[in-house]
């Protein structure tokens, strides 16, 4: 006896196995891509090292360009300017026992740094030594050092010097150069000088307020009253 299987048809399922098609696909995926997209993958990958590579340049011709900027700094000049300023002051010096030296009074004051001079509108001064002597000067305009050793009077200027027991010695002029803490005046302008009712005018003038000695320069005019004029006598008599 013989037995026979019967299958239906199955439907038709097109299969390509073409090595043609496998060859192409290859190809196309060994392709290199083209260079706009390889320059593009490759300022992609190094933008960070250019972004930072152009800082630094930029920064160092910023740097080289700007003045003054990589040279070794040095100390900038003092310019002459006020760095501070007084109205209606007083201002006083003291020895190292507590007594009043000096005292500066004035208007307006202005100091300047470079130089250390105090510029002074109707200046006056007053020294006073141990002994009671008292020197005294007076101007519209003035000029002092910092620590008052070097004063110059300008314009109605004047200088008192007092002693007890001794007649004042006055000084006038338009321009007088004292150094209080010497004790010293002189002028190389004409001057006018009183004691009492004796009256010298000159050309200049150098005094000595430590030994009261007066110095006249060029032209001199005097007008000596009696009480000076045995004064000046007695002193001649009495050098050797």
């Given at each position: 006896?013989?037995?026979?299987?019967?299958?239906?048809?199955?439907?038709?399922?097109?299969?390509?196995?073409?090595?043609?098609?496998?060859?192409?696909?290859?190809?196309?995926?060994?392709?290199?891509?083209?260079?706009?997209?390889?320059?593009?993958?490759?300022?992609?990958?190094?933008?960070?090292?250019?972004?930072?590579?152009?800082?630094a340049?930029?920064?160092?011709?910023i740097?080289?360009?700007?003045?003054?900027?990589?040279?070794p700094?040095?100390?900038?000049?003092?310019?002459?300017?006020?760095?501070?300023?007084?109205?209606?002051?007083?201002?006083?010096?003291?020895?190292?026992?507590?007594?009043?030296?000096?005292?500066?009074?004035?208007?307006?004051?202005?100091?300047?740094?470079?130089?250390?001079?105090?510029?002074?509108?109707?200046?006056?001064i007053v020294?006073?030594?141990?002994?009671?002597?008292?020197?005294?000067?007076?101007?519209?305009?003035?000029?002092?050092?910092?620590?008052?050793?070097?004063?110059?009077?300008?314009?109605?200027?004047?200088?008192?010097?007092?002693a007890?027991?001794?007649?004042?010695?006055?000084?006038?002029?338009?321009?007088?150069?004292?150094?209080?803490?010497?004790?010293?005046?002189?002028?190389?302008?004409?001057?006018?000088?009183?004691?009492?009712d004796?009256?010298?005018?000159?050309?200049?003038?150098?005094?000595?307020?430590?030994?009261?000695?007066?110095?006249?320069?060029?032209?001199?005019?005097?007008?000596?009253?009696?009480?000076?004029?045995?004064?000046?006598?007695?002193?001649?008599?009495?050098?050797?």
């Amino acid at each position: 006896m013989k037995g026979e299987l019967h299958l239906p048809d199955l439907p038709e399922v097109p299969v390509a196995l073409s090595p043609l098609h496998a060859a192409v696909d290859d190809q196309q995926r060994r392709v290199p891509p083209s260079w706009p997209v390889r320059m593009r993958e490759a300022v992609s990958g190094y933008l960070p090292l250019i972004l930072m590579t152009g800082l630094a340049l930029g920064t160092w011709l910023i740097a080289k360009n700007t003045p003054g900027l990589l040279a070794p700094s040095a100390p900038a000049a003092v310019k002459h300017e006020a760095d501070y300023t007084l109205d209606h002051f007083t201002l006083q010096r003291f020895n190292v026992d507590g007594a009043l030296k000096v005292q500066i009074e004035g208007e307006h004051m202005q100091h300047f740094l470079d130089d250390d001079i105090m510029e002074v509108e109707q200046i006056r001064i007053v020294t006073t030594e141990p002994d009671g002597r008292r020197m005294i000067a007076t101007a519209q305009h003035g000029r002092a050092r910092g620590d008052s050793s070097e004063v110059w009077l300008d314009g109605q200027a004047q200088v008192v010097s007092e002693a007890e027991g001794e007649l004042p010695i006055q000084m006038n002029g338009e321009h007088l150069h004292a150094m209080p803490k010497e004790r010293l005046v002189d002028s190389k302008f004409m001057v006018v000088v009183r004691q009492g009712d004796s009256e010298f005018n000159a050309d200049g003038l150098e005094y000595d307020d430590n030994t009261r000695l007066l110095r006249l320069h060029g032209n001199v005019h005097a007008l000596l009253q009696p009480r000076l004029r045995k004064s000046v006598a007695d002193k001649n008599a009495a050098r050797p």
